[in-house]
């Protein structure tokens, strides 16, 4: 299986901080990396997908980068509603799997 | 804008089979593009990626979990199922059904609200 190794696990800021989260697979993915904002009760929404493609929707304050096994979520000026955890997920084989979370909290 | 809605027992014994079904609406689950996938979230864990199957049948499990578990589709009724077999505590978790795009970077597009399964007696 491929592991995806995620850091911070968690990371304090305030409302119009910039924040990077980064993502590390144990080999080689190219591009198949997505990244998802998980809220309680909710389903994950998909922030970004093929590492830095903007999915529909998606405020451009966000924006993903990287290749191979090394990828980064940015978020350039925190908003309130993006205090929620992050999650990468690989997709380039499986068992698809997921990194294990960076909780984002408001400092 | 395809939904995807889970419906099943929220609770199930130990040892017992835990089965949940996906409604699919808004689209149909015999699109070519399209795989239909169950991931779980664990309490206080990260997300766990369980499996998928083809409309054709054909599946692709997570071998931490092969031995117990089963997924079908049902063209007909536009469904797929879980079914997990001699469940433990550690089963307990939010099960999600998603749609992966197969000719878009095999990510789920589209998410279930999710179900919460206590394995408890």
């Known amino acids: 299986d491929i592991q995806m190794t995620q850091s911070p696990s968690s990371l304090s800021a305030s409302v119009g901080d910039r924040v990077t989260i980064t993502c590390r697979a144990s080999q080689s993915i190219t591009s198949y990396l997505t990244w998802y904002q998980g809220k309680p009760g909710r389903a994950p929404k998909v922030l970004i997908y093929s590492a830095s493609t903007l999915q529909s929707g998606v405020p451009s304050r966000f924006r993903g980068s990287g290749s191979g096994t090394d990828f980064t979520l940015t978020i350039s000026s925190l908003q309130v509603e993006d205090f929620a955890t992050y999650y990468c997920q690989q997709s380039y084989s499986t068992p698809y799997t997921f990194g294990q979370g960076t909780n984002l909290e408001i400092k | 804008q395809v939904q995807l809605q889970e419906s099943g027992p929220g609770l199930v014994k130990p040892s017992q089979t835990l089965s949940l079904t996906c409604t699919v609406s808004?689209?149909?689950?015999?699109?070519?593009?399209?795989?239909w996938s169950w991931i779980r979230h664990h309490p206080g864990k990260g997300l766990e990626w369980i499996g998928y199957?083809?409309?054709?049948?054909?599946?692709d499990y997570n071998p931490s979990l092969q031995s117990r578990l089963t997924i079908s589709v049902d063209t007909s009724k536009n469904q797929f199922s879980l079914r997990l077999s001699s469940v433990t505590a550690a089963d307990t978790a939010v099960y999600y059904c998603?749609?992966?795009?197969?000719?878009?970077?095999?990510?789920?597009?589209?998410w279930g609200q999710g179900t919460l399964v206590t394995v408890s007696s």
């Open positions: 808004g689209g149909s689950i015999s699109s070519a593009a399209y795989y």
């Open positions: 199957i083809y409309y054709s049948g054909t599946t």
């Open positions: 998603a749609r992966v795009s197969r000719y878009n970077w095999n990510y789920c597009d589209s």
